[in-house]
């Protein structure tokens, strides 16, 4: 059974990186029928797709971060990972990571999330 | 910038029926966004219901069904119980792998 767990630093200050690793077990992640993801929502609000990437190493960023945002992927670690550049106290949120099923084309495997607190 | 609307908020009684919808603030939705919705509880991540419009997810009781009504996605509860209670977001895929999410509605269950 495919599974996913966030890992990283739960405290970030302000303007610094956020970076955040997802480990795959239970199947690949060179697998052309997956894209993988990241997802946010702020405490009390709803969900953000933030950027996925494909094991070859394509990547698909929501515009309103692109400029910030790089998700990679290590095919040998079966592990993708998200950094944020210059975080902003807004930003605080549970990052989730998932896989973004292709043909038919939905999130189908989740991890349970991480908290990530923007803050000096 | 795509906007995907969705109710704030909904409430239904025990027993009840209840379509929930997904729009775009700029034209019309149909299966080539490949309509899917999740449910989340608190503290929960999203659990996945319906995809490709129409078509539950592992385990997603049959009271719960996807479609097209008129220019937007739908979510409908036949028989609402208790414990349907929760976020609902449906989320679209916009082609060329980017997708966004519905702001969601919340289902209070009274």
């Known amino acids: 059974q495919l599974q996913l767990q966030e890992s990283g630093p739960g405290l970030v200050k302000p303007s610094e990186t956020l970076s955040l690793t997802c480990s795959v077990s239970?199947?690949?992640?060179?697998?052309?029928?997956?894209?993988w993801g990241w997802i946010r929502q702020p405490p009390g609000r709803g969900l953000e797709w933030i950027g996925s990437?494909?094991?070859?190493?394509?990547?698909f960023y929501n515009p309103s971060l692109k400029s910030r945002v790089t998700i990679s992927v290590d095919t040998s670690k079966n592990q993708f990972s998200l950094k944020l550049t210059s975080v902003t106290a807004a930003e605080t949120s549970i990052y989730y990571c998932?896989?973004?099923?292709?043909?038919?084309?939905?999130?189908?495997?989740w991890g349970k999330g991480t908290t990530v607190t923007v803050s000096s | 910038q795509t906007v995907v609307t969705q109710e704030p908020s909904f409430s239904v009684s025990p027993g009840g029926t209840v379509t929930l919808t997904c729009g775009l603030r700029?034209?019309?939705?149909?299966?080539?966004?490949?309509p899917s919705w999740y449910q989340q509880t608190p503290g929960q991540a999203p659990r996945p219901l319906i995809y490709?419009?129409?078509t539950r997810s592992s385990g997603v009781p049959d009271r719960f069904s996807g479609s097209i009504l008129g220019n937007k996605a739908a979510l409908t509860i036949t028989g609402a119980q208790a414990d349907d209670e929760s976020d609902y977001y449906c989320?679209?895929?916009?082609?060329?792998?980017?997708?966004?999410f519905g702001g969601g509605t919340k289902l209070t269950v009274l």
């Open positions: 998932a896989r973004h099923s292709r043909l038919p084309y939905y999130m189908d495997v």
């Open positions: 239970g199947g690949s992640i060179s697998n052309n029928r997956s894209y």
């Open positions: 990437i494909y094991y070859s190493g394509t990547t």
């Open positions: 700029s034209g019309s939705v149909s299966t080539n966004y490949y």
């Open positions: 490709s419009t129409n």
């Open positions: 989320v679209l895929y916009m082609g060329s792998g980017f997708w966004v």
